[in-house]
């Protein structure tokens, strides 16, 4: 290429007046020479790149393998030595939440059952809290559900939204041998926790929580909590509580190498203002929608929107 | 007005299935002995802190959604 071909720069943008371009770069260069360089935020620059190539949730395993070396490639040896371990509560890795409109559509009474997908141990680097739960619409309801603790065993818990000493049965997964199972998905075998909880009015005042485990050996539904409180149905119907069905609920900044986990089988049931249940219906995407915090997991599959495994 | 409670869940069972039988009241089994402790009382602490982590990060919530989800978090905390 020749001089009198070399690419001109563009024009100025047009929306505001331009007078002609002057040059400030020593200006600028003496002005930044002169800033004390903040290596925190050099490192936390790197080491969001860093993340957002380890954890982009369209991205399977070797691509992000690839874009972590590309940014090393770019960025020097440091950049791979960084690790992205600072506990970072309250992400999604995967999950369901209910639409806004079908979070409060229902009359005196809802009820939910999924079965949770929850290896034994979750395996990878958990190495704090990292739950399996979901919520029944109710703002005043139980969560029910799957806790583990790095690669200890992990426990069947219940959170009781409406008392003020929320932590009720907590029970480890050595003493669930009759509930726990495993099921086909696509094809492969996973090992789940069928569990089923509802919030209902027993009476003009009074609501009632309940959580159940599907014992499989009875090939029956044992009740393990109930709980009956005073609420009104704006409390059970306003506020954001109530808003998850089955995700994964993260304490890391980044998970790799876990096992499989997720949700199958998520069904709801509400009651009309009359108290009449109407029938089991798989969540769909009609009335949920998918949310993913880039945490590292990937799907391994998801149906839309009753089920879902994923790991990473 | 008082209601029944709802039927039962449909199950996965891959195998054909005998219908399920009733409900077994397990609550004995399964019910804390002992009461809230310290501990208890950090843990769900906690768990109110990821809730409220989890609320910052939505990235379906509006601003002012937000601060009233989380308000009403704190208050339970």
């Known amino acids: 290429?020749?001089?009198?071909?070399?690419?001109?720069?563009?024009?100025?943008?047009?929306?505001?007046?331009?007078?002609?371009?002057?040059?400030?770069?020593?200006?600028?260069?003496?002005?930044?020479?002169?800033?004390?360089?903040?290596?925190?935020?050099?490192?936390?620059?790197?080491?969001?790149?860093?993340?957002?190539?380890?954890?982009?949730?369209?991205?399977?395993?070797?691509?992000?393998?690839?874009?972590?070396?590309g940014l090393v490639d770019r960025l020097g040896q440091e950049t791979a030595e960084m690790e992205d371990t600072q506990p970072r509560p309250g992400g999604v890795g995967e999950g369901f939440f209910y639409t806004p409109d079908f979070k409060t559509s229902w009359g005196l009474g809802t009820s939910f059952s999924c079965d949770f997908v929850c290896p034994v141990p979750p395996g990878g680097n958990v190495n704090t809290w990292l739950y399996l739960t979901a919520t029944n619409r109710s703002?005043?309801?139980?969560?029910?559900?799957?806790?583990?603790?790095?690669q200890d065993t992990p426990h069947f818990r219940v959170f009781d939204w409406s008392r003020s000493d929320p932590w009720q049965t907590d029970i480890p997964f050595t003493s669930l041998d009759n509930y726990l199972t495993t099921i086909s998905a696509h094809g492969v075998l996973?090992?789940?926790?069928?569990?089923?909880?509802?919030?209902?009015?027993?009476?003009?005042?009074?609501?009632?929580?309940?959580?159940?485990?599907?014992?499989?050996?009875?090939?029956?539904?044992?009740?393990?909590?109930?709980?009956?409180?005073?609420?009104?149905?704006?409390?059970?119907?306003?506020?954001?509580?109530?808003?998850?069905?089955?995700?994964?609920?993260?304490?890391?900044s980044l998970y790799v190498n876990t096992n499989a986990m997720g949700a199958l089988g998520t069904w709801l049931i509400g009651s009309d203002n009359n108290g009449l249940w109407g029938t089991w219906e798989l969540l769909s995407p009609s009335n949920s929608y998918v949310r993913t915090d880039n945490m590292g997991f990937q799907l391994v599959f998801l149906d839309s929107n009753y089920a879902f495994v994923v790991d990473s | 007005m008082p209601i029944d409670p709802p039927p039962e869940p449909p199950l996965i069972i891959?195998?054909?299935?005998?219908?399920?039988?009733?409900?077994?009241?397990?609550?004995?089994?399964?019910?804390?002995?002992?009461?809230?402790?310290?501990?208890?009382?950090?843990?769900?602490?906690?768990?109110?802190?990821?809730?409220?982590?989890?609320?910052?990060?939505?990235p379906y919530m509006t601003d002012a959604e937000k601060a009233a989800a989380i308000a009403d978090l704190e208050a339970r905390r």
Do not use: C
């Open chain 1, 139 to 150: 703002g005043l309801g139980v969560e029910a559900f799957v806790s583990y603790n790095g």
């Open chain 1, 190 to 252: 996973y090992p789940v926790l069928p569990a089923w909880n509802g919030t209902w009015a027993i009476d003009a005042e009074t609501y009632r929580n309940q959580a159940l485990l599907y014992n499989n050996v009875r090939q029956g539904w044992d009740l393990v909590y109930q709980y009956d409180y005073a609420a009104t149905d704006s409390q059970q119907k306003t506020g954001w509580i109530g808003s998850w069905a089955p995700i994964v609920e993260t304490f890391q």
């Open chain 1, 1 to 69: 290429m020749t001089d009198s071909n070399l690419m001109k720069s563009p024009t100025p943008p047009l929306n505001r007046p331009h007078t002609g371009t002057e040059d400030h770069q020593a200006r600028f260069a003496a002005i930044s020479a002169r800033t004390p360089v903040d290596e925190e935020f050099r490192t936390a620059f790197l080491r969001s790149k860093l993340h957002i190539a380890q954890t982009h949730p369209s991205l399977d395993k070797a691509a992000r393998d690839q874009a972590v070396a």
């Open chain 2, 14 to 58: 891959e195998q054909p299935g005998k219908p399920s039988s009733p409900i077994v009241d397990m609550r004995d089994a399964f019910a804390r002995k002992t009461p809230q402790t310290e501990e208890d009382r950090a843990q769900a602490r906690a768990f109110i802190d990821g809730k409220i982590e989890m609320i910052r990060r939505d």
